[in-house]
C-alpha cells in the first residue's frame, strides 16, 4: 500500500492556524463568561461595605470565612490581624444590599457546621429601631464555643444533677423518711387487704353452705317485711292529709280558745277593780250576817220543839285504815 507524503500545500491543512485561534477564543470565552459566573454569585463585582470586629483570641477566625443573616451568605471575612493590645481585629466585607438589616446593636457569632465543619459568623440580634450600622463600625463578638468550653459548660450543667440525685437517693434509703415509712404502710395495707380477701372469702363460703329451705325463709320474711312496710307508708299517705287537716282545724279553734280566754281575763281584771273597793265591806256584813245566822240556829235547836223533832248530830270516830 503506497502512502502519500503530507505536504503543506495539503489541502487539509488550508485555515488550520484560523481553526486553532477560534477554538482557543471560544475556550477564553467560556473561561471568562464562567469566571464571571462565579464572581457574580460569590458577589465578587457587587458593592460592599467594610465592618470591624473585636476578638480575644483568633480561634476560628480566618479570611474567607462566611459571614450569614438569618442563613443567608450576605458577605466573607475579609482581613485577621493580631493588634498592639495581643487583641484580633477582624474586617467584614458586607455587602452594601443587606447593611439596612445590620444595626449598632447586632451581635457577630461564630458558629460552625456541626461539630466539625467550617466556622462562619452569623450576624443576629439588632433592634427595628436601632439605627443601621455604617462604614468601618464595629460589632459586639460573640466567639464559639470549643469543645473544652462544651465539655466545662457540661460539667456545670451535670454536676448540680448529680449532686441533686444523690440527694435524693440518700432521702429515698433513709430508714426513717417518708418514703420508707409510706412503703411499709402500703406493706401493711396489702396485709390487712388480704386479711380482709380471706374473711370474704369465708363468708363467701358460709353463705354457700346455707340451705335452700333456709335461704328461702329468710327471702320470704323479707319480702313480708317489705309489703307491710309498703302498706303501712300506703295508710300513713292515706290518712295523712286528714290529720293534717284535723292539727290544722285544731289549732284554729285552739287559737280561737286562746282569744276567748285571753277576752274572759280581761273582762275578770276589769271586774276585780271595780269591785275591789267593795271588798272589805261586804266581807264585814258576811261575817256579821253569819255570826248572827249561827246564833239564831243555836236558839232554835235548843228550843222544846224543835229540838224534839230534829234528829241528834252524828258522832265521827276515826277509823284506822288496817280495821275493817
Known amino acids: 500500500m503506497a502512502v502519500s507524503i503530507l505536504r503543506d500545500q495539503d489541502p487539509r491543512f488550508r485555515l488550520l492556524g484560523w481553526r486553532v485561534g477560534l ?15 462565579l464572581g457574580e454569585r460569590s458577589g465578587l463585582f457587587r458593592d460592599k461595605t467594610r465592618i470591624q470586629l473585636l476578638a480575644e483570641n483568633g480561634t476560628g477566625l480566618a479570611p474567607g470565612l462566611q459571614v450569614r443573616l438569618s442563613g443567608f451568605r450576605i458577605g466573607v471575612v475579609d482581613d485577621v490581624q493580631l493588634n498592639n493590645e495581643a487583641r484580633v481585629d ?3 466585607l458586607i455587602e452594601t444590599r443587606y447593611m439596612k438589616w445590620v444595626k ?13 465543619g467550617d466556622h462562619f459568623i452569623e450576624i443576629a440580634g439588632g433592634s427595628p429601631a436601632a439605627k443601621q450600622l455604617q462604614e468601618d463600625g464595629t460589632l459586639t463578638f460573640v466567639p464559639a464555643m470549643g469543645l473544652s468550653d462544651i465539655a466545662q459548660d457540661l460539667r456545670n450543667r451535670t454536676l448540680p444533677l448529680l449532686d441533686e440525685m444523690r440527694n435524693t437517693m440518700q432521702y429515698i434509703n433513709d430508714p426513717q423518711g417518708d418514703v420508707r415509712k409510706t412503703v411499709a404502710n402500703v406493706q401493711n395495707m396489702t396485709a390487712e387487704l388480704r386479711q380482709t380477701r380471706e374473711q370474704l372469702s369465708q363468708l363467701l363460703l358460709n353463705l354457700s353452705n346455707l340451705s335452700d329451705g333456709e335461704l328461702r325463709q329468710t327471702l320470704q320474711h323479707t319480702d313480708a317485711l317489705l309489703q307491710r312496710t309498703d302498706q303501712i307508708a300506703a295508710e300513713l299517705q292515706q290518712q295523712l292529709p286528714g290529720m293534717l287537716a284535723d292539727t290544722a282545724s285544731g289549732l284554729a279553734s285552739f287559737k280561737q280558745t286562746a282569744a276567748d280566754a285571753s277576752a274572759t281575763m280581761a273582762l275578770l281584771r276589769q271586774t276585780g277593780e271595780q269591785a275591789a273597793p267593795q271588798i272589805p265591806g ?3 256584813n258576811a261575817d256579821e250576817l253569819l255570826y248572827d245566822a249561827g246564833a239564831t240556829l243555836n236558839g232554835l235547836q235548843q228550843s222544846w220543839p224543835l229540838k224534839s223533832l230534829l ?14
Open 104 to 116: 449598632d446593636d447586632a451581635l457577630a457569632i461564630l458558629q460552625q457546621d456541626g461539630l466539625v
Open 282 to 284: 261586804m266581807v264585814r
Open 23 to 37: 477554538t482557543a477564543l471560544l475556550l477564553l470565552g467560556i473561561l471568562l463568561v464562567l469566571a464571571g459566573f
Open 311 to 324: 234528829p241528834p248530830e252524828p258522832v265521827v270516830s276515826f277509823v284506822p285504815e288496817s280495821r275493817p
Open 90 to 92: 477582624v474586617t467584614l
